[in-house]
Structure formats: structure tokens, C-alpha cells
Nanobody
């Protein structure tokens, strides 16, 4: 059994910052790419950022220069530092992890989501 548990969401004013965390736990053999997606009301889920096990990153154009993704491989944890937040960043943020379980099953897991609201 593998779980992804997110934390760090909340309400912040425009221009403010938040840091999201997501820890993978359970019967994990190895963790590959990890990332963050978001879904705003009435919109499709979209990619925010991804990071490989080696640390290569990829960002959506809308967040480049404002968000930073990082990870701690020893803790199977991925972070998303969000700065200069805008109202349009308001969404439920989901973390993902492509990992191999001890049983040998490789698949992508999703967290339960954490709400980020940017409003004055």
C-alpha cells in the first residue's frame, strides 16, 4: 500500500508565498519522477511542475520564475515553493509520484489534493 500525503495549502494574499509538501509512504522500492498538478473550478487538471529523480525540472509557462519544485529522495518527499502568487493560481493542488512498490508494481500515484486560495 502506497500513500501520498500533501500539506501546506491555505489562504494567502496576492503576492504572497506558500510551500506545499507531499510525502510518499508505504511499500516503496524506488521513486522516479514526482510532480504537481492543479485543478481550478470548472477547468481541467493541468501540469504545474515535475522533477526527475536526478533533479531535472519542468514547469508550466504560467508558473515559471515564480514556483520552484524540489525533492528529498531520502524522504520520498516533493516540495513546491510558490512565490508571487496570483488569484489565478487558486486551485486544488495534487502531487504525483511514479514509483515502484516492493511488490514490483510500477505506477503513478496521486495525493488527495490540497486547496490553495489566493485572495485579498
Amino acid at each position: 500500500q502506497v500513500q501520498l500525503v500533501e500539506s501546506g495549502g491555505g489562504l494567502v494574499q496576492p503576492g504572497g508565498s506558500l510551500r506545499l509538501s507531499c510525502a510518499a509512504s508505504g511499500s516503496i522500492f524506488s521513486t522516479n519522477a514526482m510532480g504537481w498538478y492543479r485543478q481550478a473550478p470548472g477547468k481541467d487538471r493541468e501540469l504545474v511542475a515535475t522533477i526527475t529523480k536526478g533533479g531535472s525540472t519542468n514547469y508550466a509557462t504560467s508558473v515559471k520564475g515564480r514556483f520552484t519544485i524540489s525533492r528529498d529522495n531520502a524522504k520520498n518527499t516533493v516540495y513546491l515553493q510558490m512565490n508571487s502568487l496570483k488569484p489565478e493560481d487558486t486551485a486544488v493542488y495534487y502531487c504525483t509520484a511514479n514509483l515502484q512498490s516492493v511488490a514490483g508494481l510500477r505506477m503513478t500515484y496521486w495525493g488527495q489534493g490540497t486547496q490553495v486560495t489566493v485572495s485579498s
